[in-house]
């Protein structure tokens, strides 16, 4: 798993920054939704981008936004879910043996 994360590194932090902005821009835009009483981002779409590799994104557009931060669902889920993709990669760059 080692040589597979360091091999493709550039391609997977490139994917987790691309979701991350998504996730991001999602925030940002479901929140001016909310203001201008618009059609809203579906919650479960913040939730599959952020398990897609935008947890991060999410984490940071939910606090800089202000949005859907009296949701516990969000308020612990999306840093859950980041706390776990960076456990996983740690143990992936950790563990030893074969891939």
Known sequence: M??????????????????????????GFDKRRARRDGWRVRERTFFIVALLGGALGGVIGMFFFRHKTRHWYFRYGLP????????????????GGAS
């Open 2 to 27: 080692r040589e597979f994360l360091l091999r493709f590194w550039p391609w997977i932090g490139g994917w987790a920054g691309i979701m991350s902005l998504l996730d991001f821009c999602l925030m």
């Open 80 to 95: 859950a879910i980041l706390i776990l993709q960076l456990v996983l990669v740690a143990w992936g760059l950790l563990s």
